[in-house]
């Protein structure tokens, strides 16, 4: 299966990103691509959503998984191709600004064309949103192609991590699954034991793969969870006790909820809701 996009370059770079072409191939062993250095003026990402495939860089050649990526600047040399035993489901953009490469290259991304993948979901569903609005209106809607083309660069780069051979994104996928249900019973008292036997991991691996999935430790996840809560109930109900309102988020005391909340919002519970109450709905 293939699909793919390909759109005209724009002259001036009128946005600070640009898509050049979108695409994705499955089940096609004969994918194989060579560029000499030079050849291509745009950046290039791909990520393996199945299968595997093989990257060459430096005479040495890297086998790559489900949630690996790879991702090449303009005008570098670049030698990537599927496995034929078992061909990978790779998904790419190309795409082109003023400003990107400088974007890149501030948050590190110069240092490695491998990466692999905290989360493949996000990623998937960023791309596609792209692919699905290059092929449905080409390049009718600019603004809303540019802002697609910038979410995939974004995701990209919340989820990319320095490549693990043979690692990517099958570890942290077990955490992912149980995020929904840990923030729906963030108001109960966290048992960190009961968590880590869902994910089927010891405490200290579940500790592991959840900052890998979430870049943060299950408790701050939970506490972050908690908050929004309280804010929310802040907000909905102005009437009701802040000593409640800390119990139904899951805190023992009123005097702790307004702790954790100054550190994270910078104010008390109390001045939230009077903040709120003096100007109105926050809309």
Same mark, same amino acid.
């Given at each position: 299966?293939?699909?793919?996009?390909?759109?005209?370059?724009?002259?001036?770079?009128?946005?600070f990103?640009?898509?050049?072409s979108?695409?994705?191939?499955?089940?096609?062993?004969?994918?194989?691509?060579?560029?000499?250095?030079?050849?291509? +003026?745009?950046f +290039?990402?791909?990520?393996?959503?199945?299968?595997?495939?093989?990257? &060459?860089?430096?005479?040495?050649? @890297?086998?790559?998984?489900?949630?690996?990526?790879?991702?090449?600047?303009?005008?570098?040399?670049?030698?990537?191709?599927?496995?034929?035993?078992?061909?990978?489901d790779?998904?790419?953009?190309?795409?082109?600004g003023?400003?990107?490469?400088? *974007?890149?290259?501030?948050?590190?991304?110069?240092?490695?064309?491998?990466?692999?993948?905290?989360?493949?979901?996000p990623?998937?569903?960023? @791309?596609?949103?792209?692919?699905?609005?290059?092929?449905? @209106?080409?390049?009718?809607?600019?603004?809303?192609?540019?802002?697609?083309?910038?979410?995939?660069?974004?995701?990209?780069? +919340?989820?990319?991590v320095?490549y693990?051979?043979?690692?990517?994104v099958?570890?942290?996928e077990?955490?992912?699954?149980?995020?929904?249900?840990?923030?729906?019973?963030?108001?109960?008292?966290?048992?960190?034991?009961?968590?880590? &036997?869902?994910?089927g991991?010891?405490?200290?691996?579940?500790?592991k793969?959840?900052?890998?999935?979430?870049?943060?430790?299950?408790?701050?996840?939970v506490?972050?969870c908690?908050?929004?809560?309280?804010?929310?109930r802040l907000?909905? $109900?102005?009437?009701?006790?802040?000593?409640?309102?800390?119990?139904?988020?899951?805190?023992?005391?009123?005097?702790? *909820? $307004?702790?954790r909340?100054? &550190? @994270?919002?910078?104010?008390?519970?109390?001045?939230?809701?009077e903040?709120?109450?003096?100007?109105?709905? *926050?809309?």
């Amino acid at each position: 299966m293939l699909r793919q996009s390909h759109l005209p370059t724009f002259p001036g770079h009128r946005y600070f990103c640009f898509p050049a072409s979108v695409g994705l191939y499955r089940d096609y062993p004969e994918h194989r691509v060579y560029r000499a250095q030079g050849s291509l +003026n745009e950046f +290039n990402l791909h990520f393996v959503a199945a299968g595997k495939g093989y990257v &060459e860089l430096g005479g040495r050649v @890297h086998t790559l998984h489900k949630g690996d990526a790879f991702l090449f600047f303009p005008y570098a040399e670049q030698s990537y191709y599927s496995s034929e035993d078992d061909p990978w489901d790779i998904r790419w953009g190309h795409f082109y600004g003023d400003k990107v490469k400088e *974007f890149l290259i501030e948050r590190g991304f110069q240092r490695s064309t491998l990466w692999s993948l905290r989360q493949l979901k996000p990623l998937e569903d960023a @791309h596609l949103a792209l692919l699905q609005e290059a092929e449905e @209106h080409a390049m009718l809607h600019e603004t809303k192609l540019s802002a697609l083309t910038y979410a995939f660069i974004v995701e990209f780069m +919340n989820q990319a991590v320095p490549y693990a051979s043979g690692g990517g994104v099958r570890t942290a996928e077990r955490i992912a699954e149980l995020l929904p249900e840990i923030r729906r019973k963030a108001t109960e008292p966290f048992d960190l034991a009961y968590w880590a &036997e869902r994910a089927g991991v010891s405490v200290h691996y579940f500790c592991k793969l959840f900052r890998k999935a979430t870049r943060m430790t299950p408790l701050a996840f939970v506490t972050l969870c908690r908050l929004q809560y309280g804010k929310q109930r802040l907000m909905e $109900d102005p009437d009701l006790p802040v000593r409640q309102i800390a119990l139904e988020a899951g805190y023992p005391s009123a005097s702790y *909820f $307004d702790k954790r909340f100054r &550190e @994270h919002e910078g104010m008390t519970p109390t001045e939230f809701r009077e903040l709120y109450r003096r100007t109105g709905p *926050f809309i």
